[in-house]
């Protein structure tokens, strides 16, 4: 749990000094995010609705089509036998001017009006972008201050805790583009990266992250970056999915001449070198003091303590220093706990 509060303190953690958080409301603090919780219970109940009116509208429109078919199968058995009888003619005459008509109004009634009005409503306490940046900021700090691998956040691996979530593709995709817009664009590419990995298996649907768009995106930030050689290949694949883009037709060729006119960089995972302020606040955050290195902690076998451990020495795990934190491993043997 402590934990947890202090990834969320770097979460909320405001950029007073770069003014990031004008006009955003709920990145301040857990209490201010506590109605959104409600606001989402609120939005899925509405979608709901929304389902139940559509559905409605289906079993309204399949019920129909089962007599239609009924009728017009019962026609296509013997159409000239059908068509003598004049009530059937008269009857088919009558669907084709008028049922069909007022068939097509029906289709074009709008399903969800009440529900569209409802999130219309709430559109004012919806999170704003600036939300949403100070968020992305916010797990761009957790990683830098942890010193914490990508594919280990996308994961909900923190702090070397697995907690029982992940981050979906949206997320994924949301980091990364804050990131690529940020002077240092290299950090948004192995967010990308997995997004563009993640398209493979997406799911179609409005949420569904825009292939193209992806592409382009990453192709940007490599490019941005000087590392023409990689956002080559990628404007390939994107112009397979959007063969006459004129956007991507025009970017592959500046790539190609920029290829020729530039050498490619070499793509830098290296971590900037931090100030002492800097480093003593990572360090600290990450269990150490400011007069203790991670190098000074170590594991041995203790057999000083005691006499006795002379013949059983303990596993003794040293985690910190002022005051001593140790561990002891092995002290019970599996049948001993049993």
């Not at 399903?111 to 704003?128: I, Y």
């Not at 990453?218 to 050689?229: D, G, M, N, P, V």
């Not at 990628?234 to 050498?263: F, G, M, S, T, Y």
Request: proline fraction near 4%; aromatic fraction near 6%; glycine fraction near 4%.
């Amino acid at each position: 749990m402590q934990i947890q509060c202090c990834l969320l303190s770097l979460l909320l953690l405001p950029l007073v000094a770069a003014g990031s958080l004008t006009g955003a409301e709920y990145s301040l603090s857990v209490v201010s995010m506590k109605p959104l919780v409600e606001l989402e219970t609120k939005l899925i109940q509405n979608l709901d609705d929304y389902v139940k009116a559509l559905e409605h509208k289906l079993q309204i429109l399949r019920r129909h089509i089962s007599e239609m078919r009924l009728e017009n199968e019962k026609a296509q058995r013997n159409v000239v036998l059908y068509l003598s009888h004049p009530l059937n003619a008269f009857a088919l005459i009558r669907r084709l001017h008028l049922d069909w008509v007022q068939w097509r109004k029906y289709m074009e009634q709008p399903v969800g009006g009440a529900q569209m009005r409802s999130f219309d409503a709430w559109r004012d306490h919806l999170p704003t972008q600036l939300d949403l940046q100070d968020a992305c900021n916010g797990i761009a700090r957790i990683q830098d201050i942890y010193g914490l691998q990508e594919k280990h956040i996308m994961r909900g691996q923190l702090a070397g805790i697995k907690y029982n979530i992940s981050m979906s593709t949206g997320d994924i995709f949301a980091v990364g583009q804050h990131l690529s817009r940020t002077t240092n664009a290299k950090e948004a590419v192995p967010w990308l990266e997995e997004v563009k990995r993640r398209l493979r298996n997406q799911t179609p649907g409005p949420l569904a992250v825009d292939k193209a768009e992806v592409l382009l995106l990453l192709a940007e930030t490599y490019i941005k970056s000087k590392h023409y050689a990689d956002a080559l290949p990628i404007l390939d694949r994107a112009l397979k999915h959007n063969i006459a883009d004129a956007v991507l037709l025009r970017r592959r060729e500046e790539v190609q001449q920029l290829i020729a006119k530039e050498p490619s960089t070499v793509l830098d995972n290296g971590e900037p070198k931090d100030n002492s302020k800097v480093a003593i606040l990572k360090w600290g955050c990450r269990g150490f003091s400011r007069e203790q290195s991670p190098k000074a902690l170590h594991c041995c076998y203790n057999f000083t303590t005691t006499p006795f451990l002379r013949l059983a020495p303990l596993k003794m795990e040293l985690l910190g220093e002022h005051p001593d934190v140790v561990v002891y491993h092995d002290v019970l043997s599996d049948s001993e706990i049993a």
